[in-house]
């Protein structure tokens, strides 16, 4: 079963460079079979991350948008998925920072009412239901700092789910070096999100909970 989830995701990858080599030289039918390619798999990505498939949606939206705003940046023969994942990520988290600030809300009378705890959707939420969006774009930053091969693996192993198998295939590399990326970028996240220094002390399940949460 892994070894047909990489063979497909190699394949998956090597369609997608194709097809931006194709748009970049002006194929306009490239972009549309890209986007066919790649949409399921980063809305399913941004849909993790927000907990809503409306904003997601929307976010998917803007993620393909900006891709094309960047596509002269793109190297060709290079595997854009890793890149097009970079772009969802930094876009959902400027999109949670601005619903941050956007929160203040002014009644039909014209006051100020006492604001709502709400999550990225608008809707109010409900107690201990999991960690705001003040915490998760405090996780996504801390994600944001780390070295771009470790963001990479913790991206897709962490967050994604995708095996150490599965990643390695979409980041061009292998397994150990996955496990090698991953495990270095969950302890300096870890550092980040709850002050522990990975040197002085063990990770605790308290610790990997906190860490989880903020992702």
């Given at each position: 079963?892994?070894?047909?989830q990489?063979?497909e995701?190699?394949?998956?990858?090597?369609?997608?460079?194709?097809l931006?080599?194709?748009?970049?030289?002006?194929?306009?039918?490239?972009?549309d079979e890209?986007?066919?390619?790649?949409?399921?798999?980063?809305?399913?990505?941004?849909?993790g991350?927000?907990k809503?498939r409306?904003?997601?949606?929307?976010l998917?939206?803007?993620?393909?948008?900006?891709?094309?705003?960047?596509?002269?940046v793109?190297?060709r023969g290079?595997n854009?998925?890793?890149?097009?994942?970079?772009?969802?990520?930094?876009?959902c988290?400027d999109e949670l920072?601005r619903?941050r600030?956007a929160?203040?809300?002014i009644?039909?009378?014209?006051?100020?009412?006492?604001e709502?705890?709400v999550?990225i959707?608008?809707?109010?939420?409900?107690?201990?239901?999991?960690?705001?969006?003040?915490?998760?774009a405090?996780g996504?930053?801390?994600?944001?700092g780390?070295?771009?091969?470790?963001?990479q693996?913790?991206?897709?192993?962490?967050?994604?789910?995708?095996?150490?198998?599965e990643?390695a295939?979409i980041?061009g590399?292998?397994?150990?070096?996955?496990?090698?990326?991953?495990?270095?970028g969950?302890?300096?996240?870890?550092?980040?999100?709850?002050?522990?220094?990975?040197?002085?002390?063990?990770?605790?399940t308290?610790?990997?909970?906190r860490?989880?949460?903020?992702?």
């Amino acid at each position: 079963m892994a070894a047909e989830q990489r063979s497909e995701d190699e394949a998956v990858c090597a369609r997608a460079a194709a097809l931006m080599s194709r748009y970049c030289d002006g194929d306009r039918r490239a972009f549309d079979e890209l986007y066919a390619t790649l949409a399921p798999r980063i809305l399913g990505y941004l849909t993790g991350l927000v907990k809503e498939r409306a904003a997601a949606e929307d976010l998917l939206q803007l993620t393909f948008i900006k891709l094309h705003q960047h596509r002269d940046v793109y190297i060709r023969g290079a595997n854009p998925v890793p890149w097009l994942y970079t772009i969802a990520h930094r876009t959902c988290l400027d999109e949670l920072r601005r619903r941050r600030r956007a929160r203040v809300r002014i009644s039909s009378d014209g006051n100020l009412p006492h604001e709502p705890s709400v999550d990225i959707s608008g809707s109010a939420e409900p107690a201990h239901e999991g960690p705001d969006e003040q915490t998760i774009a405090r996780g996504m930053t801390a994600l944001a700092g780390l070295p771009e091969t470790q963001r990479q693996a913790v991206l897709l192993t962490k967050i994604h789910g995708h095996s150490t198998a599965e990643a390695a295939s979409i980041l061009g590399t292998t397994v150990g070096a996955i496990k090698v990326r991953a495990h270095r970028g969950y302890v300096a996240l870890r550092h980040r999100l709850t002050g522990v220094d990975p040197l002085a002390a063990p990770t605790t399940t308290a610790d990997i909970t906190r860490g989880q949460a903020a992702l």
